[in-house]
């Protein structure tokens, strides 16, 4: 899997389609739906690529997979990220099994501590939809935690 950390021209890196951190108790009248639709645009319930920015926001990052959980009136949809790496007891993260988003078949785990802001012209790839179930149990951690409907 190739990592775009230098790339200056990763999709989601810069510009106006950038991928950026949402502040999302301040998000108001989001409805986390579960809408896939395999048709190269990113939904609600959809795994996709895009550029990722370190916490640090210093301009480092890198693409990774995210779950668009919701979309925003404005068009934008709000994400979280994924990680491979484990955390079986922390409540900050759902485990989501494995799937196509890793070439390598490792279980994953979506965060519920951070949330980003991804453009439709901001992603890499749609890699597949996630289980109505797991997205459920994501979405409703979401909306216990930040009021989301």
């Not at 996709?48 to 997979?65: C, F, H, L």
């Not at 901001?122 to 951690?141: H, I, K, W």
């Amino acid at each position: 899997m190739t990592a775009h950390h230098e790339d200056p021209a990763a999709p989601g890196r810069s510009g106006p389609h950038a991928t950026a951190d949402a502040a999302p108790d301040s998000v108001r009248r989001v409805r986390t739906e579960y809408a896939p639709d395999h048709d190269g645009d990113p939904d609600p319930g959809e795994i996709v690529w895009t550029w990722v920015p370190y916490e640090e926001n210093d301009g480092r990052g890198k693409d990774r997979p995210v779950l668009v959980v919701a979309r925003e009136a404005g068009g934008t949809l709000l994400a979280v990220p994924l990680s491979s790496r484990r955390h079986d007891r922390d409540r900050e993260w759902v485990p989501i099994g494995s799937g196509p988003w890793d070439r390598e078949g490792r279980d994953s785990w979506a965060g519920l501590d951070r949330v980003l802001r991804v453009h439709e012209d901001g992603m890499r790839r749609e890699a597949c939809a996630l289980d109505p179930t797991l997205f459920g149990q994501v979405a409703a951690r979401l909306r216990e935690r930040y009021g989301w409907s």
